[in-house]
Every structure is written in C-alpha cells, then in structure tokens.
C-alpha cells in the first residue's frame, strides 16, 4: 500500500524567501510522485511530476522537486516566495504500472507568505 | 469556459435528504474520479470511472452513489445525507495515455449537512 506524509501543516515564509515543503512517501513499487496546488476557493492543479528519468523536476511558477529514493522524499522547493504563492500543497503519489491512476494525497501543507 | 465543471457549486442540505452533485467534462476524458476533502484529512477517493460501464468503489464509498450518464458526465449521490458528508467534493478527470497520468480537477462543490 502506497502512504504519503506532509510534515508541518502550515508554513509561513517571508516574501522573497526560500520555500520548502517537504513530502515523504512509501510505496512497494516504483512510485510517480506528485504536487499538486490549490489556490483559495479553486479546484487542484498541478504543479510538477516525476514518472521516470531526471530526479529534479521543474514544475509552473519557478517550483521544482527531487526525487531520492534513498530518503523516500520528494521535497517541494522555490527560491523566492511571491504573495501568489500562498496556497494549499499536496503531495501525491501512485504506482507505476496499471495502478498509475490511483492517486494517494497527503493532508496538505498550507503555505502563508508574509509581506 | 472551464474544462470540467460541477454544479452546484454550493449546497445546505438537511440530515436524510437525497442529493445529487454533478460533474461535466470537455477535455475527452474516459476517467473519472470523485474525491471529498476534509480539513486537515486531504482528498480521499469516492468512487471512480473508466468508462460508462466501468464504475468501481474508492476508498470511502460507503453513503454514496455514482452514475456514469456519459463519457462526460459522472454524478455523485447521497441517499440519506448525514452530517458527517459535510465537506469539500472534487470530481476529476484522466486521460490513460501515459506514465503517471495527472488528474483535471473541478473547482469542487461546498456541501453542509445540517
């Protein structure tokens, strides 16, 4: 059974600083792993993905991950907070193969930014 | 005009009213995907949809119904709405054309049960 856990359900950056929403996973295959955002009243979107190949994946809006599988994480990161970026974030992971549809969702990381 | 779309968009129901949400699609998706979310909890899955014929329980399918009228429309329905279906409902679509195919979501249905 594939698991995904958010650390911290709330994080505030100051405008201009570094983001960083870290994403652990546990699957018995290899996993597609996944962030996806949701903006204040909106439905998810999603930010980026990692299927195969390259492990750090650039994503919309200057956000980008990397997987490792050593640390099982797949870890969220943008350099440079912007106010647009104040949202809801989860982590998603499914399995390769024929179980690539089914999406397990972490509880979300809500992101505050601060003027 | 949005890709996948559900109405209504809010709803206060009372404890064993039936009610329906509804889904639509443009995008030619054959999946489909209803999700609640709940604070603090993320999105959990309902039930799903691979094609009109091919309806199949999610994670916490019990109280609910699904209906797959079409390719593009997939409804949701609570036979005896109670209190504890008061949350945030998602429907979904996929495409099965690739690896780790990404989800379309909708802008969700607000639904409290009273």
């Known amino acids: 059974a594939q698991s995904v856990t958010q650390l911290g359900s709330h994080v505030s950056v100051s405008e201009g600083a570094l983001v960083l929403l870290r994403c652990n996973y546990s699957s018995s295959v290899p996993p597609y792993l996944f962030w996806y955002v949701q903006y204040p009243n909106q439905g998810l979107q999603l930010l980026l993905k990692?299927?195969?190949?390259?492990?750090l994946v650039k994503g919309i809006n200057g956000f980008e991950a990397e997987f490792k599988k050593s640390e099982t994480s797949f870890h969220l990161t943008k350099p440079s907070a912007h106010m647009s970026d104040a949202a809801e974030y989860f982590c998603?992971?499914?399995?390769?193969?024929?179980?690539?549809?089914?999406?397990?969702f972490g509880k979300g990381t809500k992101l505050s930014v601060i003027p | 005009d949005a890709d996948v779309t559900q109405t209504p968009r809010n709803r206060i129901t009372k404890t064993g009213k039936r009610i329906m949400l509804e889904c639509s699609q443009t995008k030619g998706h054959d999946r489909m995907y209803w999700y609640r979310q709940d604070p603090g909890l993320g999105l959990r899955l309902i039930y799903y949809?691979?094609?009109?014929?091919?309806?199949n329980k999610g994670e916490i399918s019990d109280g609910y119904s699904v209906s797959r009228q079409a390719q593009a429309k997939f409804s949701l329905s609570l036979e005896s709405a109670i209190p504890n279906q008061t949350a945030l409902y998602f429907c979904?679509?996929?495409?099965?054309?690739?690896?780790?195919?990404?989800?379309?979501f909708g802008p969700g249905t607000r639904l409290l049960v009273l």
């Open positions: 990692y299927t195969t190949g390259a492990t």
């Open positions: 979904a679509t996929s495409d099965s054309t690739g690896p780790g195919e990404t989800q379309y």
């Open positions: 998603a992971v499914s399995e390769s193969g024929a179980g690539s549809y089914q999406l397990t």
């Open positions: 949809s691979f094609d009109v014929k091919d309806i």
